[in-house]
């Protein structure tokens, strides 16, 4: 992401903001971050919610009921997360709480895109199931985790490991 001219930075390379500023950037960019996520969750929920009224569902197999719960309650448990941070900072408003505010969001929001890559997983297994059959739905579904898991967490967390061990300098060589 290109950094705007009109951020200064010191010598270091760091951006010369106060913790406040740095932490009202983060909840700013936090905000932005969810709403993409929150857009995705509120389509997959109401898709969800009327499935159980077509034609077709009353006659859906146990395996198909059971990934259709699952699914739905993580699609819920997803929404619920990702609009936590906006109840939780209606109530502490004004309290300068900022700093737990947007480092609790942080984690919510984390859990919220899990429980998300989850019900996504399940929506591909259950349609799979329907068009597919079983095998497919479970080896596509799967496809569709690792896919998510690569994409949202591994990919991610790899890089932050590097950049942990930049950080802390080359490895001391003791005598």
Not at 155 to 169: E, H, K, N, Y
């Amino acid at each position: 992401m290109a950094t705007p001219a009109n951020v200064v930075h010191g010598p270091d390379g760091h951006r010369r903001e106060t913790h406040l500023e740095r932490l009202d950037r983060n909840l700013v960019e936090l905000v932005s971050e969810l709403r993409v996520a929150q857009t995705g969750v509120q389509i997959l929920f109401a898709f969800l919610l009327i499935v159980p009224f077509s034609n077709r569902f009353p006659s859906s197999n146990a395996f198909d009921r059971t990934t259709y719960v699952v699914t739905l309650l993580l699609t819920g448990a997803s929404a619920g997360l990702l609009i936590a941070p906006s109840s939780y900072h209606r109530l502490l408003f004004r309290r300068n709480d900022k700093r737990y505010l947007v480092f609790t969001a942080n984690r919510l929001m984390i859990g919220g895109l899990a429980c998300l890559a989850l019900s996504m997983t399940g929506v591909v297994m259950l349609v799979c199931h329907a068009l597919l059959g079983t095998a497919a739905a479970i080896v596509l579904a799967s496809c569709t985790l690792l896919f998510f898991a690569s994409v949202w967490y591994a990919v991610p967390l790899r890089r932050r490991r590097q950049l942990d061990r930049a950080a802390a300098g080359p490895p001391r060589v003791e005598d």
